[in-house]
């Protein structure tokens, strides 16, 4: 794959910022196939390297809730994660996952280990998990996927305290198409119906945040439409420059290019802000997929990452 100078620029700008972060704790083994895959999307294949090391249902020490109704839609449901044993009050972790906006779900095969896993890794870390799906284009266009961070948001905020949660630390984290959502809802006050949009924080790996920066896939075309002039104000970078919402961006360091460059934007977008930048984070020798496949498998940069923003609150 050929690069821009551009994007040549914003590549070795966050190696070098990531020079001083610790070695992969992947076997070399492991390393060495992700980097054959190479810039690709390829969830298959991915999976295929991870799926040996994630958990099997039953999990121990766990009780899911699965399919819990948040919405009046089809796929408005959600999964519920919690300790076996009762725990005092803890934060809550939503997850949001990926998909093009036209497929995907929060689970995805009926017995996948994924996104359980990232479910079983926030139970072990404090947190109640809660797994989300959401609408799809075409059926559901723009912005359908903000509407659904809200109704899920609410749903969290109104019934995660009887299953031990704090409503008032609730952390939405969202994936590729599912961090595009999590930006939209954080970046358009106008979807919150939760005072101050409900959240302690927002996580957002591997996102879209300007549609004007990129030729469209038919997928992001399906959700947000085939009219250019709308795409500035669908995209989130202007919300993302005045959210008080405490922000963490994550970009794996073998995702497409493009991904790299929407990484940057939203960076420097965040860093406008009175509060200072989101806490921004690349991740070494990780493809798309394997930087959310790998949490609860291997140790992950981006889960410590994660437990440290929770902690620090930026």
């Not at 408005?76 to 497929?103: K, M, Q, W």
């Not at 996948?112 to 799809?136: C, E």
């Not at 009887?162 to 979807?191: C, K, N, Q, W």
């Not at 995702?255 to 977008?269: K, N, S, V």
Request: glycine share 8%.
């Amino acid at each position: 794959m050929s690069f821009s100078r551009a994007a040549l620029t914003v590549i070795a700008a966050l190696i070098a910022s990531a020079a001083s972060a610790q070695p992969s704790p992947m076997s070399e083994d492991l390393v060495w196939k992700l980097l054959e895959l190479g810039r690709v999307i390829d969830p298959p294949r991915t999976a295929a390297l991870f799926e040996p090391l994630q958990q099997k249902e039953p999990y121990q020490g766990v009780k899911v809730e699965r399919d819990i109704r948040y919405g009046p839609a089809d796929r408005n449901l959600l999964d519920v994660f919690v300790p076996e044993t009762a725990a005092s009050t803890r934060p809550v972790l939503i997850y949001i996952h990926a998909g093009a906006f036209v497929g995907g779900n929060k689970r995805r095969t009926p017995t996948s280990p994924f996104y359980d896993n990232i479910m079983l890794w926030a139970v072990k870390n404090g947190f109640i998990g809660v797994n989300a799906t959401y609408r799809l284009a075409p059926q559901a266009p723009w912005p359908a996927g903000a509407e659904d961070m809200a109704s899920v948001v609410r749903w969290v905020t109104d019934n995660i305290g009887e299953r031990g949660g704090d409503p008032a630390r609730i952390y939405l984290m969202g994936h590729s198409a599912g961090a595009v959502h999590v930006a939209t809802y954080v970046s358009h006050p106008e979807f919150h119906n939760v005072k101050g949009g409900g959240l302690a924080g927002a996580i957002m790996i591997s996102g879209i945040y300007d549609l004007t920066a990129m030729a469209l896939a038919d997928g992001q075309r399906a959700y947000f439409g085939d009219d250019p002039a709308r795409y500035a104000e669908r995209s989130s970078l202007q919300g993302l420059a005045t959210t008080d919402i405490p922000l963490m961006i994550a970009v794996a360091e073998l995702d497409p290019e493009g991904f790299i460059l929407q990484f940057d934007r939203a960076r420097q977008a965040s860093c406008k802000r009175a509060s200072g930048c989101a806490r921004a984070l690349l991740l070494p020798q990780h493809s798309h997929m394997s930087e959310v496949y790998a949490i609860n498998a291997v140790e992950s940069r981006l889960a410590d990452e994660i437990l440290d923003f929770v902690k620090t609150g930026k």
